[in-house]
């Protein structure tokens, strides 16, 4: 991606604009031939360090262009050269960078109570951008690249009537906060009003002076038409870690200056820093809880894992498991059939008695009605009748009793016989084992007896190694690629 011609001109007449005490007309001719090469980058060259741009000019002097045909060819090399110190720089910047203390990814609440805020930390604890504020992302003023990636959308705020006022926070390492605000009407008699807060206070906030005057230089707007004011706490930082808090709370308060509405910036972190500071690590515990209910409200639930079983099931389980449902469906079976063999046995005592009974009662009135009918003919067949009866009943009875007495003594017999041999055949098992276990015990010395088996796999004979093998990597000229 290349920068947009705006850009890409700008970038051309502020080098002409600063340097065109030193380049003749080649010279500027070979600039705009680099200047072009690094917008086709997406490398604004005017933005870049200082000693990048003074290295880049004194090249480019020491070429001679008036004394060379090929400009094109050398802004190609020159070019190269210019991209190799670029890469030099930024080395040099991440090693002053990891400098300025230990890099952790952790939220603020979850780290050391006296650690540095670090760039998340900034931008979790920074206010948002709401109506005509913006508030840009944090700037690494020692790593040029750092600019470079807002130097466009810092452009556009300026000149976008739509924003006011602007905020930026200056790091790492030392944390400091610049607030830029624009005149209602752009003339040139009016200024922008920048303040450059530092938490030690005004006089370290000076240092700020060239970098961010440099900066919007290169957005357009020189320094001649900015008024400056350097500021700091009512009570400025005492220890070595928390300048990020005090620049994060100055800049809810200037939120709450600039007219933003009261969801837009943290009160408590204002309180905090015009009464007490940090005396007694106050301010960093109030960041610390405001980070803590950041992270809270903004995590997403993770999905609950499916609950997996210690073990998977093999086959034996699932042998063991149709086995005992099979042991409980034999059980439901025998006892159902032993409930019905129950009540089919008082069932069949029944109707055997009654049958007996009836049939008994039935034979004898007959026989005694036919006996009174000969015997004493008129009255007596009805009194035979029933005199016989009640014989054949009594009989019945009698005979009945004594066939159902006899048949339960038998079938008791019979059941003691059937649970004795169940006994024995559940015992077998066990003596079985007993016996097993005895004699294992008795003798020791086969325990002892170690076992010896040939190995799983074992290497060929050295007669059957083919020597023309092409898998052998020990062999000189097939070892791997």
Not at 121 to 149: C, E, F, W
Not at 248 to 253: M, Q, T, V, W
Not at 411 to 420: A, F, H, I, V
Request: aromatic letters at 6%; one cysteine or more.
């Amino acid at each position: 991606m290349s920068l947009s011609k705006e850009i890409q001109e700008a970038s051309l007449k502020s080098l002409i604009h600063d340097y065109k005490d030193q380049l003749n007309e080649t010279d500027i001719k070979l600039l705009e031939f680099i200047n072009n090469l690094a917008a086709a980058d997406d490398i604004p060259l005017y933005t870049q360090d200082q000693s990048i741009i003074n290295f880049l000019i004194k090249t480019i002097k020491e070429s001679k262009s008036e004394q060379n045909s090929d400009l094109q060819n050398t802004s190609h090399l020159i070019y190269g050269l210019v991209i190799r110190e670029m890469e030099v720089q930024s080395a040099l910047n991440r090693q002053r960078h990891l400098q300025q203390g230990r890099f952790d990814e952790e939220p603020l609440h979850l780290r050391n109570e006296r650690d540095q805020l670090q760039d998340h930390d900034m931008t979790l604890l920074m206010p948002k951008s709401q109506g005509n504020i913006d508030v840009m992302a944090v700037i690494n003023r020692y790593d040029p690249h750092s600019a470079n990636a807002i130097i466009e959308a810092l452009a556009n705020d300026i000149y976008n009537p739509e924003f006011q006022h602007i905020v930026i926070p200056v790091g790492p390492g030392h944390w400091r906060g610049v607030y830029l605000t624009k005149p209602m009407i752009v003339t040139d008699e009016v200024k922008y009003d920048l303040e450059l807060f530092d938490p030690y206070g005004p006089q370290g906030a000076a240092t700020l002076d060239d970098y961010i005057l440099d900066l919007l230089a290169r957005c357009g707007i020189p320094k001649e038409r900015i008024n400056i004011r350097h500021t700091g706490p009512k009570l400025p930082r005492g220890d070595a870690y928390s300048c990020g808090d005090f620049t994060c709370a100055h800049s809810h308060k200037k939120m709450k200056e600039f007219g933003a509405p009261k969801t837009s910036y943290n009160q408590i972190l204002i309180d905090t820093l015009d009464n007490l500071g940090n005396e007694n690590d106050v301010l960093r515990l109030a960041t610390r809880e405001e980070t803590r209910k950041l992270i809270e409200k903004n995590k997403i639930n993770s999905p609950i894992p499916p609950k997996v079983p210690d073990r998977l099931p093999n086959k034996d389980d699932e042998n063991k498991d149709e086995i005992a449902k099979g042991q409980s469906k034999e059980e439901a079976r025998d006892s159902s059939s032993e409930k019905k063999s129950k009540l089919s046995l008082a069932a069949r005592i029944g109707l055997f008695i009654g049958g007996s009974t009836l049939v008994s009662g039935g034979i004898g009135a007959v026989i005694g009605g036919l006996l009174g009918f000969f015997l004493l003919p008129g009255f007596g067949a009805p009194i035979g009748a029933v005199i016989g009866a009640a014989i054949g009943v009594g009989a019945g009875l009698l005979v009945t009793g004594m066939a159902s007495l006899f048949w339960i003594r038998s079938r008791q017999t019979s059941n003691t016989q059937s649970s004795e041999n169940n006994t024995m055949t559940q015992e077998a098992p066990g003596l079985k084992s007993h016996k097993l276990d005895k004699s294992h015990k008795q003798s020791p010395e086969i325990d002892k007896e170690p076992i010896h088996s040939p190995p799983l796999f074992s290497s060929p004979a050295k007669e059957t190694l083919v020597e023309d093998d092409s898998t052998d990597e020990l062999k000189p000229g097939h070892g791997p690629k």
